[in-house]
């Protein structure tokens, strides 16, 4: 991670004792003032709604240190630094009351302030309003949102513009901690940086592309979120999209963040749509039974601890869509992810044509193309299957599977891989928002995505059954068999 000067700033950071900042962000701001990449004298409000003094407070973020850093990573010096620059204040997000305790922290301030809204987005323009009737912020305050924003288009409208009545787009961050992956990084080091990948990355080169995001998890006891959201509007909106969008986007002209984002909203734009017919073949949805996951037994989805037993929410989404344009035209883009899968697992999947003509051994012609492993997770990495002669004497010309493989972990033992919050914690504070999902990306996503649910409530097409431990409705298997492929499941 770069080690540039990192501003002072101030950051207030609203449901401080919610499970996002405890899991995610007290640990990624630890590691950056761990490694003297917070600036000397940033400042951390914690702003939530219960009773607790500051001594209690502390204690509940070393707790979540505790539970979240690795021991050796934990020194004491570091550990007491970092604490000492978190205050706190209980405060009602919903009503202006109270909020001029955070004018007050900030008066004798002279830096930027940052805004992290770790809360339903439902409160986000409440927020955003009372901070601007109390006179807490002035033109460099930024304000970070967490996607997804709404429940469908018309909603996400709503919220945007709630938050843009307050701040002008170029000071707002809507997070997407996918896009602070160091291998999502790396993906655009790769595509653009190298002319081997750079020249082959188009219909002519590339018979189709796999994305998949799979959970071992339930839903967590988000029961009451999840029942509302499901895995379209939760995952593929959320996340997949975007991954979508760094695999199919033109060159941007420069690095950018408008430049970038510019060219992740013509893919949105050119999104085939999924209507009629199309969406029966092409579409799958699915709803997790009980199974066994590990080795241990697990409830269905409709068993799961305070469960609407009649629900048609989907925890499983597969689907084939096309990105209609030069670039792309006639390549599948393969799409799936759900809950209570075998393996915890992000990979994108790119596979090469394969030669005009084939001269080895005919009962390996199934093998004779390259393909492009992207991991995300669990451990990041980037593989390159390749084929060579298998050794020996009695080989003869028989063809071997190989990788060509960077994993992050081995290849650079002495450097932490930095979590995707830490980069873009980092990025917040020095105020450069190409990491970033911008308004229109969100909104053409929503429009593509509403079209979907349309259609579904359109045919009556209710989520089809899973074992949990599975790898989804056998239909998911069948959708891409039947264009002679199958998942790709070995790294």
Same mark, same amino acid.
């Given at each position: 991670m770069s080690r540039d000067t990192t501003p002072d700033v101030d950051l207030a950071l609203f449901g401080a004792l919610g499970d996002l900042a405890l899991r995610k962000l007290y640990p990624a701001l630890y590691h950056l003032d761990r490694e003297g990449l917070l600036g000397e004298t940033t400042r951390i409000l914690g702003l939530a709604r219960q009773e607790y003094g500051l001594d209690d407070f502390r204690g509940r973020v070393k707790e979540a240190l505790g539970k979240r850093v690795k021991a050796s990573e934990l020194d004491q010096a570091s550990l007491e630094r970092f604490l000492a620059r978190i205050e706190y204040q209980r405060l009602d997000f919903a009503t202006a009351e109270g909020y001029d305790v955070i004018r007050e922290w900030r008066e004798a301030a002279r830096r930027p302030m940052v805004v992290y809204l770790a809360v339903p987005a439902s409160i986000y323009g409440d927020i955003c309003a009372n901070l601007e009737?109390?006179?807490?912020?002035?033109?460099?305050?930024?304000?970070?949102?967490?996607?997804? $924003?709404?429940?469908?288009?018309?909603?996400?409208?709503?919220?945007?513009? #709630?938050?843009?009545?307050?701040?002008?787009?170029? +000071?707002?961050?809507?997070?997407?901690?996918?896009?602070?992956?160091?291998?999502?990084?790396?993906?655009?080091?790769?595509?653009?940086a190298n002319p081997l990948f750079g020249n082959?990355?188009?219909?002519?080169?590339?018979?189709?592309?796999? $994305?998949?995001? #799979?959970?071992?998890?339930?839903?967590?006891?988000?029961?009451? *979120?999840?029942?509302?959201? !499901?895995?379209? +509007?939760?995952?593929?909106?959320?996340?997949?999209?975007?991954?979508?969008?760094? $695999? #199919?986007?033109?060159?941007?002209? %420069?690095?950018?963040?408008?430049?970038?984002?510019?060219?992740?909203?013509?893919?949105?734009?050119?999104?085939?749509?999924?209507?009629?017919?199309?969406?029966?073949? @092409?579409?799958?949805? !699915?709803?997790?039974? !009980?199974?066994?996951?590990?080795?241990?037994?697990?409830?269905? *989805?409709?068993?799961?601890?305070?469960?609407?037993?009649?629900?048609?929410?989907?925890?499983?989404? #597969?689907?084939?869509?096309?990105?209609? %344009?030069?670039?792309?035209? !006639?390549?599948?883009?393969?799409?799936?992810?759900?809950? +209570?899968?075998?393996?915890?697992?992000s990979q994108i999947v790119?596979?090469?044509?394969?030669?005009?003509?084939? $001269?080895?051994?005919?009962?390996?012609?199934?093998?004779?193309? @390259?393909?492009?492993?992207?991991?995300?997770?669990?451990?990041?990495?980037?593989?390159?299957?390749?084929l060579t002669k298998d050794s020996g004497l009695d080989k003869g010309m028989r063809l071997r599977p190989g990788p060509l493989h960077l994993d992050f972990n081995h290849a650079f033992p002495k450097t932490r891989i930095p979590d995707a919050y830490e980069r873009l914690l980092l990025e917040v504070m020095k105020g450069q928002q190409y990491l970033f999902v911008r308004r229109d990306e969100v909104e053409f996503a929503w429009r593509w995505i509403d079209q979907l649910i349309a259609g579904w409530e359109a045919r009556n097409m209710p989520p089809r059954r899973y074992p949990a431990g599975s790898w989804g409705p056998v239909a998911s298997i069948a959708m891409i068999t039947q264009d002679g492929r199958s998942w790709y499941e070995d790294y």
């Amino acid at each position: 991670m770069s080690r540039d000067t990192t501003p002072d700033v101030d950051l207030a950071l609203f449901g401080a004792l919610g499970d996002l900042a405890l899991r995610k962000l007290y640990p990624a701001l630890y590691h950056l003032d761990r490694e003297g990449l917070l600036g000397e004298t940033t400042r951390i409000l914690g702003l939530a709604r219960q009773e607790y003094g500051l001594d209690d407070f502390r204690g509940r973020v070393k707790e979540a240190l505790g539970k979240r850093v690795k021991a050796s990573e934990l020194d004491q010096a570091s550990l007491e630094r970092f604490l000492a620059r978190i205050e706190y204040q209980r405060l009602d997000f919903a009503t202006a009351e109270g909020y001029d305790v955070i004018r007050e922290w900030r008066e004798a301030a002279r830096r930027p302030m940052v805004v992290y809204l770790a809360v339903p987005a439902s409160i986000y323009g409440d927020i955003c309003a009372n901070l601007e009737a109390s006179g807490s912020l002035d033109d460099e305050t930024r304000v970070v949102v967490e996607k997804p $924003i709404g429940y469908d288009l018309e909603s996400s409208e709503q919220i945007n513009d #709630a938050i843009g009545e307050v701040f002008p787009e170029s +000071r707002i961050y809507r997070m997407d901690h996918y896009l602070g992956k160091e291998t999502v990084q790396n993906l655009i080091a790769l595509r653009f940086a190298n002319p081997l990948f750079g020249n082959q990355w188009n219909q002519n080169q590339i018979s189709h592309v796999e $994305i998949t995001v #799979a959970e071992k998890v339930g839903i967590e006891g988000r029961w009451g *979120y999840f029942d509302q959201a !499901g895995q379209l +509007r939760d995952m593929v909106q959320n996340h997949l999209l975007q991954l979508l969008c760094l $695999i #199919a986007m033109d060159p941007p002209s %420069n690095l950018d963040a408008d430049a970038i984002r510019d060219e992740k909203v013509k893919v949105l734009k050119a999104l085939k749509p999924l209507e009629g017919e199309e969406l029966s073949r @092409n579409v799958v949805r !699915g709803q997790y039974i !009980g199974g066994s996951v590990d080795g241990e037994s697990v409830p269905g *989805y409709l068993e799961e601890e305070g469960a609407n037993t009649s629900s048609h929410t989907e925890t499983f989404v #597969a689907m084939k869509l096309e990105v209609a %344009n030069w670039r792309w035209a !006639g390549v599948p883009f393969y799409l799936r992810t759900g809950k +209570r899968m075998p393996e915890k697992m992000s990979q994108i999947v790119i596979h090469f044509r394969q030669q005009p003509h084939y $001269i080895f051994d005919p009962d390996q012609r199934g093998l004779a193309a @390259n393909k492009l492993v992207i991991r995300l997770q669990p451990e990041e990495g980037i593989a390159l299957q390749v084929l060579t002669k298998d050794s020996g004497l009695d080989k003869g010309m028989r063809l071997r599977p190989g990788p060509l493989h960077l994993d992050f972990n081995h290849a650079f033992p002495k450097t932490r891989i930095p979590d995707a919050y830490e980069r873009l914690l980092l990025e917040v504070m020095k105020g450069q928002q190409y990491l970033f999902v911008r308004r229109d990306e969100v909104e053409f996503a929503w429009r593509w995505i509403d079209q979907l649910i349309a259609g579904w409530e359109a045919r009556n097409m209710p989520p089809r059954r899973y074992p949990a431990g599975s790898w989804g409705p056998v239909a998911s298997i069948a959708m891409i068999t039947q264009d002679g492929r199958s998942w790709y499941e070995d790294y």
